[in-house]
């Protein structure tokens, strides 16, 4: 499967614990992207990473949220001590330096949920 | 502030007529424009997309129209088939920078 792959599908999580969301991007591709699609709104930008670098993260919320795209392995989006509100899907997409134009490939999703 | 606007929440067509799918935009330094479809518990899918040098990009049943001095992108969808039904994000970058900023969507349901 050549696709852009997250996990875990559905996570679980009581308020205050942490969760970690996964994404491994497509074959060949050197940039990644986090969304969150909270319920009833539409797609918001969070992060944009290249390999163990940051390159945009003006949609991460200030506290709490992280992320990392580590030379090897997947990209790691983590949340500390969830809060109910943090409960939504998070999409993780790929792109390559010759993708064309902005043109970004997504998972498909991780949600949330926080109990 | 939104820069990006989708002024119809839901459309409804029946099969085989034509959808239309409108998307307008404040910033002229948009110069990337994509649609992306997706189904619920699904991640989006990239369907088409147009450069600013372009006026219309076509590809089977779908085609993007853009019209830079109305700041209007538009998708077409011709015929419809009920597996169409989805929800369409348009979505809008400029330069190399590589945050695409998005519509809230539109949510299309194509009768049979």
């Known amino acids: 499967n050549a696709g852009v792959m997250q996990n875990p599908r559905h996570l679980v999580r009581r308020r205050g614990q942490e969760a970690r969301l996964r994404c491994s991007p497509m074959?060949?591709?050197?940039?990644v992207y986090w969304y969150r699609q909270l319920p009833e709104e539409g797609l918001k930008f969070m992060v944009y990473l290249q390999k163990e670098n940051i390159i945009d993260e003006s949609g991460m919320p200030k506290e709490r949220f992280s992320a990392e795209f580590p030379k090897e392995g997947p990209s790691i989006l983590r949340i500390q001590q969830v809060v109910r509100g943090d409960s939504a899907a998070y999409f993780c997409a790929s792109s390559s330096i010759t993708s064309g134009g902005n043109t970004i490939y997504f998972g498909e999703g991780s949600w949330l949920t926080v109990v | 502030d939104q820069q990006v606007k989708q002024n119809s929440p839901s459309l409804s067509v029946q099969e085989g007529r034509i959808s239309i799918l409108n998307c307008d935009y404040t910033n002229s330094m948009f110069d990337y424009f994509l649609w992306y479809k997706k189904y619920p518990a699904e991640g989006p899918t990239f369907l088409i997309s147009i450069s600013s040098i372009k006026d219309k990009n076509e590809d089977g049943r779908f085609t993007v129209f853009l019209n830079k001095s109305a700041k209007h992108l538009s998708l077409h969808i011709v015929p419809s088939q009920p597996g169409d039904s989805a929800v369409y994000f348009c979505?809008?970058?400029?330069?190399?920078?590589?945050?695409?900023?998005w519509g809230l969507g539109t949510s299309l349901a194509v009768n049979p």
């Open positions: 074959k060949g591709h050197s940039h």
């Open positions: 979505a809008l970058g400029a330069g190399n920078n590589r945050k695409l900023i």
